[in-house]
């Protein structure tokens, strides 16, 4: 099992990224798949997830309406854009699967980790 978060960068205050995951080595479409992230001196946080037909999204407070995750099982890739970025949300994100059968918000639901992808924001 492989996952591979990229499209990390730094952006100003205001723009944009768009992460990719991209899966190698399982059924794809088997899963959901979360996306969190994690600061220097703070735990990981759950920042969304999505079902494993797409048909499904969870997002945390703190990026509802800013963030949006979408999947294309074709490419066995996820995708978070990222819109609205404030200095908060640097952080190193990382994808994850999950197969329990609902989407959870914690990590310890989430088996198969990626390698994390950072994310800067300039104020």
């Known amino acids: 099992v492989q996952l591979q978060a990229s499209g990390g960068g730094l952006v100003q205050a205001g723009g944009s990224l768009r992460l990719s995951c991209a899966a190698s080595g399982f059924t794809f479409d088997d899963y959901h798949i979360g996306w969190f992230r994690q600061a220097p001196g703070k735990e990981r946080e759950f920042v969304g997830a999505i079902s494993w037909t797409g048909g499904g999204t969870n997002y945390a407070e703190s990026v509802k309406g800013r963030f949006t995750i979408s999947r294309d099982n074709g490419k066995n890739t996820v995708y978070l854009q990222m819109n609205s970025l404030k200095p908060e949300d640097a952080a190193v994100y990382y994808c994850?699967?999950?197969?329990?059968?609902?989407?959870?918000?914690?990590?310890?639901?989430?088996?198969?980790w990626g390698q994390g992808t950072q994310v800067t924001v300039s104020s």
């Open positions: 994850a699967t999950s197969p329990w059968n609902y989407l959870p918000v914690t990590s310890r639901h989430y088996d198969y």
